[in-house]
């Protein structure tokens, strides 16, 4: 039943569209730190946003029967990092400050949403290894953007916690290639049954 409702063409619109304005308005909630980044580090700021335009690339070809596997690694590698780390953030802010904006609250429910939905459609990538590796070559070296040429987002309350966030960063990054390699071998030792 849930797979037929994901591939569902109304809910693949809709996912689209949503997708869609929530990359634009990633990259519209990273306007301020762009403007204060190098040229050279442009494409490796914006974290959610393009994990997000990952996976709403993935849907427009999806939504045509096409597939983009280096695409679709990257899509559920970096949704599912970002996505988690965007809710530990925001929930590590609420501990430290004592509340949380209204901003907040909503960047752990979509980017909670961004994890789910880059897991419930694994079953649908064409990923093989030569996919994971070159993705997991991107997400690592995001990581070393990130907190060695310090282009991190930017949590202004966290800044303390740099190189405990860099640390667990760099396991979250380990343990979402992990989880895109297994959903890998589950997808194809089951495609290899049928």
């Not at 990633?26 to 490796?44: E, S, V």
């Not at 609250?105 to 649908?124: K, Q, R, T, V």
């Amino acid at each position: 039943m849930l797979r037929y409702l994901l591939r569902d063409r109304r809910v693949l619109i809709f996912l689209f569209i949503t997708n869609l304005i929530g990359t634009i308005y990633g990259f519209y909630w990273y306007r301020f730190q762009l403007a204060d980044t190098p040229p050279i580090f442009y494409l490796f700021v914006p974290d959610s946003p393009t994990a997000s335009l990952f996976f709403t690339v993935f849907l427009l070809f999806f939504i045509f029967g096409r597939n983009l596997p280096y695409i679709e690694a990257l899509a559920i590698i970096t949704l599912f990092k970002y996505g988690i780390w965007a809710v530990v953030m925001n929930v590590f802010t609420l501990i430290i400050e004592g509340s949380l904006s209204p901003q907040g609250y909503m960047l752990i429910l979509s980017h909670g949403a961004m994890a789910i939905e880059g897991l419930l459609y694994a079953p649908f990538y064409k990923i093989k290894l030569k996919h994971i590796v070159v993705a997991s070559i991107w997400t690592l070296h995001n990581d070393v953007i990130d907190y060695v040429f310090g282009m991190m987002p930017i949590y202004s309350s966290l800044t303390d916690y740099m190189d405990k966030i860099g640390y667990f960063t760099f396991w979250l990054s380990m343990l979402s290639i992990f989880i895109a390699y297994k959903l890998m071998q589950k997808h194809n030792h089951a495609a290899l049954k049928v």
